[in-house]
């Protein structure tokens, strides 16, 4: 089982501030198939990015993934109020899906 | 409008079974993987497993194989979870999630909260 390890745990910025989320995998993968999700608190999780950089339907343009290999990357590039939410990462590149433990986003 | 509506919270004995349901809507349910992710009390997401509704060809979690069961009905547009005998390591928040092919999981249920507990 492919393991994701997300970090930092908690990310302290401050509306503006650019954000950058790491996920790493302990192996590669097929494809790229890294998505990130936002959950926000008693809400389901939202898509966010698929195939590592694709950003889903309705995305804003601030939302961006990058990388390849076992190094994944979400940057937001000028926080906005409602992004201050918890993020992951999810491979499913394998034929066993798993998820990071996620990256919790708050405001400074 | 495209959807999954999950069937109502939970409240269950430690030995009990359940099953719990998913809905598709405005889509060709036969075309995407239906997904379940719990989610514990204050923990993070976990893939469960999922299946395809066109042959109900499943893939499950080392972590639930044999834990649950995930199954599906094509002609009523369902997908459900079901357990044997519950414990009340299940509680939790279960989410079902369509997927197709390279694409994420878009859309998600409104989840289902299953309390186990004597």
């Known amino acids: 089982e492919i393991v994701l390890t997300q970090s930092p745990g908690t990310l302290s910025l401050s509306p503006g501030e650019r954000a950058t989320l790491s996920c790493r995998a302990s192996q590669s993968f097929s494809s790229n198939y890294l998505a990130w999700y936002q959950q926000k608190p008693g809400q389901a999780p939202r898509l966010l990015i698929y195939g590592a950089f694709t950003r889903a339907t309705g995305v804003p343009d601030r939302f961006s993934g990058s990388g390849s290999g076992t190094d994944f990357t979400l940057t937001i590039s000028r926080l906005e109020p409602e992004d201050f939410a918890v993020y992951y990462c999810?491979?499913?590149?394998?034929?066993?899906?798993?998820f990071g433990q996620g990256t919790k986003v708050e405001i400074k | 409008e495209v959807q999954l509506v999950q069937s109502g919270a939970e409240v269950k004995k430690p030995g009990e079974s359940l099953r719990i349901s998913c809905q598709g809507s405005?889509?060709?349910?036969?075309?995407?993987?239906i997904n379940w992710v719990r989610q514990m009390p204050g923990k993070g997401l976990e893939w469960m497993g999922r299946i395809d509704p066109r042959d109900s060809y499943t893939n499950y979690s080392p972590s639930f194989q044999g834990h649950v069961t995930i199954s599906a009905d094509k002609s009523i547009t369902t997908a459900y979870l079901q357990w044997s005998s519950l414990k009340a390591s299940d509680s939790a928040m279960y989410f079902c999630a369509r997927q197709v092919g390279g694409h994420g999981m878009d859309v998600w249920g409104q989840g289902t909260t299953v309390t186990v507990s004597s």
């Open positions: 405005g889509y060709g349910f036969t075309y995407y993987w």
């Open positions: 999810q491979q499913y590149g394998s034929s066993q899906w798993t």
